[in-house]
């Protein structure tokens, strides 16, 4: 697993310009733009909370840790595990 995605962030958390409609607001995350097909590594271990399809984030997976802290992925094309699932960090999908 890559270390340092320094040069992949695509935007970070804050203020910023949304790219859909223009407006500054806040934006909750960090975004890390890697290519299509890149495989994804949960950051922490825990249980999928969400896995789910929607309108603006596309496929989205979100792993709350045992100690409450959320990690979700966004904007995929796919994934392969399910809500109440439990994974340990590192798990890929």
Known sequence: MREDWTDRIS????SRLHPIDGTVRQHNGVDIAVP??????????????????SDSAGYMVTVTAENGYKVTFMHMKSYIVA???TIQAGHSW
Not at 11 to 14: D, E, K, Q, R
Not at 36 to 53: P, Q
Request: proline share 0%; aromatic share 12%; with cysteine.
């Open 11 to 14: 935007s970070n958390f804050g």
């Open 36 to 53: 299509e097909g890149t495989r994804l590594y949960s950051a922490c271990s825990g249980t999928v909370t969400t896995a789910r399809y």
């Open 83 to 85: 809500a109440n699932q």
